[in-house]
């Protein structure tokens, strides 16, 4: 039974769900896991994770079918990106299958808290994972914990697909050799500063440039981007130092195979975003969010698509990502992993 909530009007918010998973590695060894109740976690006071940020992160979401499944979105792309983080912090892998699994077993565990179709919201999957025996020397620990919990969320940026106002920040994101290309949680420690100040001056994200040379557009705290030319191509920035984000590596995808469109992954200057057609974020958190209009030190970058609605390519897009997630569009091969 659906849990009695009014998802059409949550944000993106953590509530707590019944179950997490949990599984604790020591010894070299991933113990077997299971689903538990209690969701707080009790560390040492000199947890790896607290001293020196050893944690990293994932996310995904479960959706409501049309006819009525739970379904995740390409859980196996968040199962290995998280391998690749855990390579570059010396951290653990957890076995991708078994990750996969997790998820599952986790979802399944949190049913009834998976918004239904139709309700704008979804089941939001957080899998995650700390350093979290004592650690006072600059080195990794030796033992882990990997969790999973679920929260029902509801649009990322106030206002849901409405275009939003972002600016283009002073602060750097990520260094060249850096960890901008992994999900560690220490890139989003050193954005906080930079999105609190966003917030404060009436701006809903950052966008960054690469921070070597300050002229290629790199991406925001939570997303990618993709730009529509005039000419009706999908262009988005290819970076070794931002996220390959699963939404941008599928709409790009979606973009060629369902919509005919051409799309260009190359290194985006930031001297051509004046002449886009359309601005996105594209996430999981975010699906696509519009941006209408971009600020850069006063100087305002505003997309002819406007601040009323999502430019008309983009919503195109939208619609298909959104579309082929929640069963109305026959998905590619694997795209869709049916829970129940
Ligand atoms: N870039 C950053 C910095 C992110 O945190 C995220 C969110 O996961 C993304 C991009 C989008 O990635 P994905 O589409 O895999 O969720
Ligand atoms: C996601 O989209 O899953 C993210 O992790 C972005 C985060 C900033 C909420």
């Keep these: 039974m659906s849990k009695n909530i009014d998802w059409s009007n949550i944000g993106f918010g953590y509530m707590e769900t019944d179950k997490r998973f949990v599984s604790n ?26 001293q020196y940020a050893q944690t990293c992160f994932e996310g995904l979401k479960a959706y409501t079918t049309e006819d009525g499944h739970i379904v995740c979105f390409r859980p196996d792309l968040n199962a290995s990106r998280m391998s690749d983080t855990c390579k570059r912090l010396e951290m653990p892998v957890f076995p991708e299958d078994r990750f996969v699994q997790a998820v599952a077993d986790v979802v399944k565990a949190n049913a009834d808290y998976v918004p239904p179709f139709g309700s704008g919201a979804t089941l939001y999957i957080r899998p995650y994972m700390f350093g979290s025996n004592a650690v006072i020397g600059v080195k990794p620990a030796d033992e882990y914990q990997f969790r999973i919990f679920t929260t029902p969320v509801g649009p990322y940026f106030k206002g849901g697909a409405k275009p939003i106002v972002i600016r283009v920040s002073d ?10 290309h992994i999900k560690a949680g220490l890139n989003y420690a050193m954005s906080l500063h930079a999105i609190v100040d966003a917030h404060n001056q009436g701006y809903a994200e950052n966008m960054y440039l690469d921070a070597a040379t300050h002229t290629k557009v790199e991406e925001t705290g939570g997303a990618n981007f993709i730009f529509i030319t ?24 979606v973009a060629e195979k369902y919509l005919g469109m051409t799309v260009e992954h190359r290194e985006v200057y930031f001297d051509e975003v004046k002449d886009f057609a359309e601005c996105g974020l594209c996430g999981t958190a975010a699906v696509i969010s519009p941006v209408g209009k971009i600020d850069d030190h006063g100087k305002e970058i505003c997309f002819p698509s406007g601040m009323d609605d999502m430019g008309p390519v983009t919503k195109k897009l939208y619609d298909t990502l959104t579309g082929i997630q929640m069963g109305k569009i026959e998905a590619p091969e694997g795209w869709i992993h049916v829970i129940q």
């Design 171 to 180: 602060f750097d994101r990520a260094a060249p050799h850096g960890t901008g």
């Design 25 to 50: 590695y020591k010894d070299g060894a991933w113990d077997q896991g299971a689903l538990v109740s209690d969701a707080t976690v009790t560390i040492s006071e000199c947890a790896c994770v607290l």
């Design 230 to 253: 005039k000419d009706g191509k999908l262009v988005t920035p290819k970076s070794d130092s931002i996220l390959p984000s699963i939404t941008r590596r599928s709409l790009m995808v």
